[in-house]
């Protein structure tokens, strides 16, 4: 089991940054991709950003690329989530995510183990 803990969501104006953490902990392996979604009222929940421990495999969605950029603490068991630029269309509940696969899944039913959320809001 992974249990996955997020943080650092918050309310900031357009333009703004903000740098959201997740936790990894429990039974964590090198291997182990971790990954952001994200989900906005009444939408669905949509991919966002992955990669593996060591950064070789990163991907990101097409409306953030250039904007977030996605990494992970020396053990490989805190990924974080810097997202520059912020547009009110980023408003959303933002999901951790970690799964034990080679390459980072751009759908949520890749993913095992779940964060709680935390909430990000963009004020135009």
């Known amino acids: 089991q992974v249990q996955l803990v997020e943080s650092g969501g918050g309310l900031v104006q357009a333009g703004d940054s903000l740098r959201l953490s997740c936790a990894a902990s429990g039974r964590t392996f090198p291997s182990v991709v971790m990954a952001w979604f994200r989900q906005a009222p009444g939408k669905e929940r949509e991919f966002v950003a992955g990669?593996?421990?060591?950064?070789?495999?990163?991907i990101y969605a097409d409306s953030v690329k250039g904007r977030f950029t996605i990494s992970r603490d020396s053990s490989g068991n805190t990924a974080y989530l810097q997202m520059d630029t912020l547009k009110p269309e980023d408003t959303a509940v933002y999901y951790c995510a970690a799964s034990y696969v080679r390459v980072p899944r751009t759908t949520a039913s890749g993913y095992a183990y779940w964060g709680q959320g935390t909430q990000v809001t963009v004020s135009s």
């Open positions: 990669n593996t421990r060591s950064g070789s495999n990163t």
